[in-house]
């Protein structure tokens, strides 16, 4: 049977399936869906005006943004709405309210929107005032961009040269999945599609420790940290030692695994399993939509590394290097591109489930944003004085670490669903962390 091509914009990248799939997931237990949302904290409210006026202008260089995420068959694309809706809002604070209450629960309010998939704007802003600072979210359905197109339209925004605003457009190709698959012959493939699979069986030889509590998941919360100059300038002198320049990633993984551990050494499970994002668009390219070029490898660490620091980040380190040696992020392409053809329901299946326990393979979620690259440090005329990140997350794992340095200082983001886990056992677990970023563990002392 035919598909229905009225109004469609531009079909779904096929590694764009990978973030579907998981939102997907995510509105099957009664949640929100793969919103993310990367917020900027300002001194002060910028010209709302020119602001306005920046949005207006990439709707119209961009105007799948306004679009409706739609099934049309077996295949999902971005289709024409019938009518423009607004994505520019604005939230200004009562008087006598507390000021860093009301945005949190702005944040959390707008980070747990429940629409359709069909419905919901792929990209929206929020503005929330009050009378001291304000708070500037842009908010996104993952399958549109990924953290790093986020980023470029925050770079969009805040660059004031026309000129160099233009340069940012869509991708001049076809999705780098397929183009890049072509260079590969079939035997070649056959070869990609089998190496990863023996990846993730091996992954799965060694039950997953979820520490979420076996409870519905009922709303997403944030809680976030903001660590001092000092303390971050120690942390990245840590990591490079043991980590080395460019395995920041892993750093805070293993600080967190070795967290986690010591909240509860009882958890049922024998190791520890976190997916992080491998991307593969080409270095610089100002393409802030429908560039979404990710997947996920994995770090894991069986339990009884993780009281040895040396040992786990060893470990950690050494299974990076043969990752990519072992050209595992070129090895999921052909899976990728397979699975975008799976229903969603089996497609997040195959992504979230062990093949061997079938349980939950992912012991928490993690991304690190590093240093945002703006054009500026400011939006419109009000500077720029930190970072906070926000992403649904499926149930479990139920918690998700997002970490980004701005200013020379380390913002932690936990992004957790309650009631699985609740806001005494998340500031106790960041208490935890702080001391294993700073290298400063006390006695192991389990959450109660």
């Given at each position: 049977m035919s598909?229905?091509?009225?109004?469609?914009?531009?079909?779904?990248?096929?590694?764009?399936?990978?973030?579907?799939?998981?939102?997907?997931?995510?509105?099957?237990?009664?949640?929100?869906?793969?919103?993310?949302?990367?917020?900027?904290?300002?001194?002060?409210?910028?010209?709302?005006?020119?602001?306005?006026?920046?949005?207006?202008?990439?709707?119209?260089?961009?105007?799948?943004?306004?679009?409706?995420?739609?099934?049309?068959?077996?295949?999902?694309?971005?289709?024409?709405?019938?009518?423009?809706?607004?994505?520019?809002?604005?939230?200004?604070?009562?008087?006598?309210?507390?000021?860093?209450?009301?945005?949190?629960?702005?944040?959390?309010?707008?980070?747990?929107?429940?629409?359709?998939?069909?419905?919901?704007?792929?990209?929206?802003?929020?503005?929330?005032?009050?009378?001291?600072?304000?708070?500037?979210?842009?908010?996104?359905?993952?399958?549109?961009?990924?953290?790093?197109?986020?980023?470029?339209?925050?770079?969009?925004?805040?660059?004031?040269?026309?000129?160099?605003?233009?340069?940012?457009?869509?991708?001049?190709?076809?999705?780098?999945?397929?183009?890049?698959?072509?260079?590969?012959?079939?035997?070649?493939?056959?070869?990609?599609?089998?190496?990863?699979?023996?990846?993730?069986?091996?992954?799965?030889?060694?039950?997953?420790?979820?520490?979420?509590?076996?409870?519905?998941?009922?709303?997403?919360?944030?809680?976030s940290y903001r660590l001092s100059v000092a303390q971050t300038a120690k942390i990245n002198k840590i990591a490079r030692k043991q980590v080395g320049l460019t395995g920041a990633s892993l750093y805070y993984i293993g600080c967190f695994m070795r967290a986690l551990e010591r909240m509860n050494p009882e958890q049922e499970g024998e190791a520890y399993c976190v997916p992080y994002a491998f991307n593969l668009r080409k270095q610089k390219a100002l393409t802030p939509l429908l560039g979404n070029h990710v997947g996920a490898l994995f770090a894991q660490a069986p339990r009884n590394l993780l009281a040895n620091r040396e040992q786990l980040f060893a470990h950690l380190k050494q299974q990076n290097m043969n990752v990519i040696r072992q050209q595992l992020d070129y090895a999921f392409l052909p899976v990728m591109w397979a699975a975008s053809y799976l229903p969603l329901k089996k497609h997040g299946e195959n992504l979230r489930l062990s093949y061997k326990h079938k349980t939950e393979r992912s012991s928490f979620w993690f991304s690190h944003v590093s240093l945002p690259e703006l054009a500026k440090q400011s939006i419109c005329d009000a500077e720029i004085t930190g970072f906070l990140h926000l992403c649904q997350v499926s149930s479990p794992p139920a918690i998700a670490l997002l970490s980004c340095e701005y200013q020379q200082q380390l913002t932690l983001s936990y992004n957790y669903v309650e009631p699985l886990f609740s806001r005494e056992w998340v500031e106790r677990l960041h208490e935890l962390m702080v001391q294993e970023l700073l290298d400063e563990v006390v006695e192991p002392v389990a959450f109660s």
């Open positions: 598909v229905d091509k009225t109004g469609i914009l531009q079909a779904l990248n096929p590694s764009d399936y990978f973030t579907l799939a998981m939102d997907e997931e995510i509105r099957n237990e009664n949640m929100a869906g793969s919103l993310c949302g990367f917020a900027l904290e300002l001194d002060s409210c910028p010209n709302i005006a020119l602001l306005e006026a920046r949005i207006n202008e990439l709707k119209q260089r961009f105007p799948i943004i306004l679009a409706s995420l739609q099934q049309r068959g077996n295949r999902f694309y971005w289709c024409q709405r019938e009518k423009e809706e607004p994505i520019f809002f604005q939230t200004t604070c009562p008087e006598n309210t507390d000021v860093e209450f009301f945005i949190k629960n702005q944040l959390e309010t707008l980070i747990n929107q429940q629409q359709s998939r069909e419905d919901i704007a792929p990209l929206s802003f929020h503005l929330i005032t009050t009378e001291t600072n304000c708070v500037f979210l842009l908010r996104w359905l993952h399958p549109l961009c990924d953290a790093v197109g986020a980023n470029l339209i925050l770079q969009y925004l805040c660059t004031d040269e026309v000129e160099k605003r233009l340069a940012f457009d869509t991708p001049a190709s076809e999705p780098l999945l397929p183009l890049r698959l072509r260079k590969f012959n079939l035997w070649k493939k056959i070869k990609l599609f089998m190496k990863a699979k023996r990846y993730i069986q091996g992954l799965d030889e060694q039950k997953s420790i979820i520490h979420a509590a076996d409870k519905a998941p009922e709303k997403l919360r944030l809680a």
